[in-house]
């Protein structure tokens, strides 16, 4: 009896040691396992660096909490294991998920969040402006009403679901946002992509896919001191400033911008080629003047020496507005801006036509008698095509810069043909099967609304390609040419590098409201449709500029099983006696064996 007690001692002391050891040994070293059939928790090296460099505390305010449908909860579960997974590689990393109008929010917590919010938009410079910005948010009544307003003014938009119950079915607005908080920097995180046509169950397994991009992007921009500078090229009649304003305030969060006049060519070429040579990438959106020979070889070179482009063009000359007259007519006609040779050399070339398909986003017109009880109707414009990746018509629709992205509105897009000179070109975006190039000059009118088209009207056409990414040792224009202006620097060849034509100026357009404030870049305001224009450009600055791998994240592959609710519906009784009734009768039983054995082993 003794040597048992002694030998039951020994085992639970060996027991105890093996434990203790294995716990001191815990805290020097950390693995986890990722048992899922994606490796989803599995994070990249580039979001393990982002996290394991967090030296201070950093905090994410999920809005996703309550009760959701079935997808929702999906969203929200992956949202809190993938930041679970975050602060177990860093506990600087504090998270939590509320509802900011919720009654159960401390008014405390609600000041905090209205002041994260005012830092999204704003920088405060000094001690002082921050006791001022608190003392004034510290002084509101109405706090829901002043997140509400928060929210809309900084585009976090809610979403409204429909919650089923037995059929039955309820709307609930719903916040798929995030804020990310780091010292004086504060970031939006959107967890959630708007998708047109796609249904809530596409949307949340496209929007989990994107999620570690989604949130290792909110870490970047807010504990990344900027280092790259980009210039947008001015002087040649491009796009005002208000009309890109979403774009260029995104574009602000991650890196320097600044307007560069192209113009000043004119008065000192080598100085303003000097000081284009200081940016890493140049913006050139819409422009619609010609451009001088001299302000050519300044972008030339800027190319060759290594500076990356992102090129937003029109070779037609056309847009929406000057439709909108008392004839509903317009003239489209090509545009000359004198780079055609340029492009040519760097192997493409814009075509001076019009993309008609019948893929294409819907536009707003007014029907039935005109004043107070003006009707509007949607038709299909097939002038404003609706592209979209797709691998099974596009090879190249799997690279980082367009995987798991939604559609992108065109207008008046112009066919790109490429060019075989040795630089590789991949073929990011291109039209439907049911597309094809319209030759200019030409009328359009929106009468155009109304005609009947059949399959065979695209027969040998389709799939134009209207964006491109080249990469690749650019050879310069001049070569073997007399120079425009003396430039002591002048190369023939550069090193690797990369640029992207967009063959739509109007892509990086935003809409304004009734105020003339810009709306967010892809929203149509007359539609109330949402585009992924914003997405598709930031994909390409960040893909044009990205030293950091960043945009590598963005080709994870994540399935997720989801419920049948119509099976789920049908078998509600089986599925509530499975879930709940039966773990009870087995309980049950168990009880009954359990004490009959009992009793009859100590009755005999």
């Known amino acids: ?93 504090k998270f939590r998920f509320f509802n900011p109008l919720g009654d159960s929010v401390a008014d405390e917590e609600k000041f905090l969040l209205i002041y994260n919010l005012f830092k999204l938009d704003n920088t405060i410079r000094s001690e002082e402006e921050e006791r001022e910005v608190k003392k004034s948010i510290y002084g509101i009544t109405d706090l829901d009403k002043a997140i509400f307003e928060s929210f809309k003014g900084n585009g976090l938009m809610p979403i409204s679901v429909t919650m089923d119950y037995r059929g039955k079915q309820t709307q609930e607005m719903v916040y798929p946002w995030a804020i990310a908080t780091y010292g004086d920097k504060s970031t939006k995180i959107p967890l959630l992509k708007n998708q047109i046509g796609a249904s809530t169950a596409e949307k949340v397994e496209s929007s989990v896919q994107h999620l570690e991009y989604a949130l290792a992007d909110g870490l970047n921009k807010i504990t990344k001191e900027k280092e790259k500078k980009i210039a947008v090229i001015k002087g040649n009649g491009e796009m005002h400033d208000l009309l890109m304003a979403d774009f260029l305030k995104q574009v602000r969060e991650s890196y320097f911008i600044a307007a560069f006049p192209l113009d000043s060519v004119a008065a000192n070429p080598q100085k303003t080629l000097a000081q284009l040579k200081e940016f890493d990438l140049a913006i050139i959106a819409k422009p619609t003047q010609r451009f001088s020979e001299e302000e050519k070889e300044v972008l030339d070179q800027f190319i060759v020496n290594g500076g990356k482009t992102l090129w937003m063009v029109d070779a037609v000359q056309i847009d929406m507005d000057s439709l909108y007259n008392e004839t509903g007519t317009t003239l489209a006609y090509p545009r000359d801006l004198n780079l055609a040779d340029m492009f040519f050399k760097y192997g493409f070339r814009l ?25 509007y109707q949607e038709y299909p414009w097939r002038f404003s095509p609706f592209v979209y990746p797709d691998t099974t018509y596009n090879k190249d629709a799997g690279h980082p810069i367009v995987k798991n992205m939604g559609g992108v509105k065109f207008e008046f897009t112009n066919p790109i043909d490429t060019l075989k000179n040795g630089i590789k070109k991949t073929v990011l975006l291109n ?93 149509d305001k007359w539609t109330k449709n949402m585009y992924d224009n914003k997405e598709f450009l930031m994909n390409c600055v960040n893909y044009l500029l990205d030293d950091n791998g960043l945009i590598n994240i963005r080709g994870k592959e994540v399935s997720l099983p989801m419920l049948d609710k119509e099976r789920v519906y049908t078998g509600y009784t089986m599925a509530q006696f499975i879930t709940v009734g039966l773990p009870i009768v087995i309980l049950i039983v168990f009880g009954v064996v359990f004490t009959y054995l009992r009793r009859r082993k100590y009755t005999a």
Do not use: C, W
């Open 1 to 93: 009896m003794e040597t048992g007690k002694k030998k039951s001692l020994r085992q639970l002391a060996v027991t105890v040691i093996v434990l203790l050891v294995l716990n001191f040994a815990g805290s020097f070293i950390f693995k986890r396992f990722d048992l899922t059939h994606d490796n989803r928790y599995t994070l990249s090296e580039t979001t393990l660096s982002l996290v394991e460099g967090i030296d201070e505390p950093l905090y994410i305010d999920v809005f996703l909490e309550g009760e959701f449908p079935g997808e929702f909860k999906k969203l929200q579960d992956e949202t809190r294991q993938l930041l679970e997974e975050f602060h177990a590689y860093n506990s600087n990393i």
């Open 351 to 375: 075509q001076p036509d019009i993309i008609k398909d019948e893929v294409s986003t819907p536009i707003k017109l007014a029907v039935g008698a005109q004043g107070s009880g003006t009707q």
């Open 431 to 523: 039209t439907s099967q049911y597309s094809k190039p319209i030759g200019t000059p030409v009328e359009v009118n929106l009468d155009m609304v109304a005609e009947e088209t059949k399959p065979q009207d695209y027969e040998n056409h389709g799939f134009i390609p209207v964006s491109v990414l080249l990469e690749g040792k650019f050879q310069s224009m001049y070569e073997n040419r007399i120079l425009p202006f003396k430039d002591n620097t002048y190369k023939t060849t550069g090193a690797d590098n990369k640029m992207i034509i967009i063959s739509d100026g109007d892509i990086v357009k935003n809409q304004l409201d009734q105020n003339y404030q810009p709306l967010e870049l892809g929203y």
